[in-house]
């Protein structure tokens, strides 16, 4: 081997493992359900919000008036980034308006698949837990001698 073709080849496999890098997908924020963000109406309280949606991912504690609700989530190793936006306001504690600035897609729903899922959890529910374990013990037919300890003198 050549003094000039080693650096080629280790040069070549850095190149050629380079793009074996994993990209985790990387998720941030509250992931909202576009179900969930159509049923916060005018007049709901904060804690029925927080109960639908969870806590705000953005609680500005100069304007506590708003609640921002975002989230992005960027796959391996794609530059595009899915990003949704949900703006909660409130007067007297009571939502006056919600705006959608970016709503994610809806994921289309395979309802057979959750029929399958439903009707498994209730047949769970359904049956019968085993019995309980007897506590009994079982008793020599004699009686112990007194002064005598089991297994001892």
Known sequence: MSPRLA???????????????????????NLLDVEEVDQVTA???RSQVRYLLGT?????PFTPERWDYVYRLTRGRS???????FVVHFVDDKVSRVDKLDLPDPVPVDRKANKKKKK??????????????SVKQPQPAEPRPE???????
Request: glycine share 12%.
């Open 56 to 60: 705000p991912m953005i609680s500005d």
């Open 79 to 85: 530059s595009k980034a899915e990003t949704a936006h």
């Open 7 to 29: 650096p080629l080849l280790l040069l070549a496999a850095v190149i050629g493992t380079a793009g074996c890098v994993y990209r985790p997908n990387i998720q941030q924020g």
């Open 43 to 45: 007049g709901m309280t």
């Open 120 to 133: 498994k959890a209730e047949a769970e529910l359904e049956r019968e837990p085993p019995p309980a374990p």
């Open 147 to 153: 002064g005598r300890r089991p297994g001892g003198t």
